[in-house]
C-alpha cells in the first residue's frame, strides 16, 4: 500500500529543539520533501532529501533513512514565529506527483 | 514573496455557478501545479502543467478542468460548484517537471460556494 504518516500536533518551549517524524510506504521513491505553512499563509519548501543522511540549513535539518523509510524535520532553537503546520511530502510511485501528509501543527509556547 | 501571483484572492459565489481562478508562475518557471486544501482533505495535487502540456493529472474532478497558456500563466476552472468545493486553492510552480523539484506556492485564491 502507500501511505504517509506524520503526527498531528507537537507543542515545545521557545528556545528548544523539536523532531517532527513522518513515514512512508511507497512503489517507489524519489525523496522527502518538506513544507512549511503558516496559518492563512501559503506552503513554503524547507528542504529535499533523496539520500540518507542529514541535511542542515541554519536552524532547520531534515533527514532521511531510505532503509527505513522515515525522515524527520529537527527545528532547533525555537522562535515564536516557527509556530506553524509541516508537512512532508513525496512522489508516491515513481516519478510522480508530490502527495502530502495532513501536517504536524507545531505549537512555540514561551 | 514567491513570486507567484493568483488572481482572485477572495471568491464567493453560490452553488452551481461557474468560476475561474488564474495563476503566473515565477518568471523562467514552466511548470503550474494545481492544489486544493481543505480542513479535513489536506493540500491535495489537482493537476500539473509543464511548458504548455498536461504533465500529470491528480484527483481532479470532470467538473474541473485547467489549462496553461503559451505565456505560461494557467487558469483553474470550477464548473457546477458545489458546497464542498469551498476551500483554498493554490497555484505552484518549479523550473523542471519534476514534482520533487523546489515548488513555490501562490498566496491562494480562497473560494467559498453558498
Known amino acids: 500500500g502507500q501511505s504517509l504518516e506524520q503526527p498531528s500536533e507537537v507543542t515545545a518551549v521557545e528556545g528548544a529543539i523539536v523532531q517532527i517524524n513522518c513515514t512512508y510506504q511507497?512503489?517507489?521513491?524519489?525523496?522527502l520533501s518538506w513544507y512549511q505553512q503558516h496559518d492563512g499563509g501559503a506552503p513554503t519548501f524547507l528542504s529535499y532529501n533523496a539520500l540518507d543522511g542529514l541535511e542542515e540549513t541554519g536552524r532547520f535539518s531534515s533527514f532521511l533513512s531510505r532503509s527505513d523509510s522515515y525522515g524527520y524535520l529537527l527545528l532547533q532553537e525555537l522562535q515564536m514565529k516557527d509556530s506553524a503546520s509541516y508537512f512532508c511530502a513525496v512522489p508516491f510511485v515513481g516519478n510522480t506527483p508530490l502527495v502530502f501528509g495532513k501536517g504536524t501543527r507545531l505549537s512555540v509556547i514561551a | 514573496d514567491s513570486g507567484v501571483t493568483q488572481t482572485p484572492k477572495h471568491l464567493i459565489t453560490a452553488t452551481g455557478q461557474r468560476v475561474t481562478l488564474r495563476c503566473s508562475p515565477r518568471s523562467g518557471d514552466l511548470s503550474v501545479y494545481w492544489y486544493q486544501q481543505s480542513l479535513d482533505q489536506g493540500l491535495q495535487f489537482l493537476i500539473q502543467?509543464?511548458?504548455?502540456?498536461?504533465?500529470a493529472k491528480g484527483n481532479i474532478l470532470e467538473r474541473f478542468s485547467a489549462q496553461q497558456f503559451p505565456d505560461l500563466h494557467s487558469e483553474l476552472n470550477l464548473s457546477s460548484l458545489e458546497l464542498g468545493d469551498s476551500a483554498l486553492y493554490f497555484c505552484?510552480?518549479?523550473?523542471?517537471?519534476?514534482?520533487?523539484?523546489?515548488?513555490?506556492f501562490g498566496p491562494g485564491t480562497r473560494l467559498t460556494v453558498l
Open positions: 511507497t512503489s517507489g521513491f524519489y525523496g
Open positions: 505552484a510552480s518549479s523550473l523542471g517537471q519534476n514534482s520533487y523539484n523546489e515548488q513555490f
Open positions: 502543467y509543464y511548458n504548455g502540456e498536461e504533465r
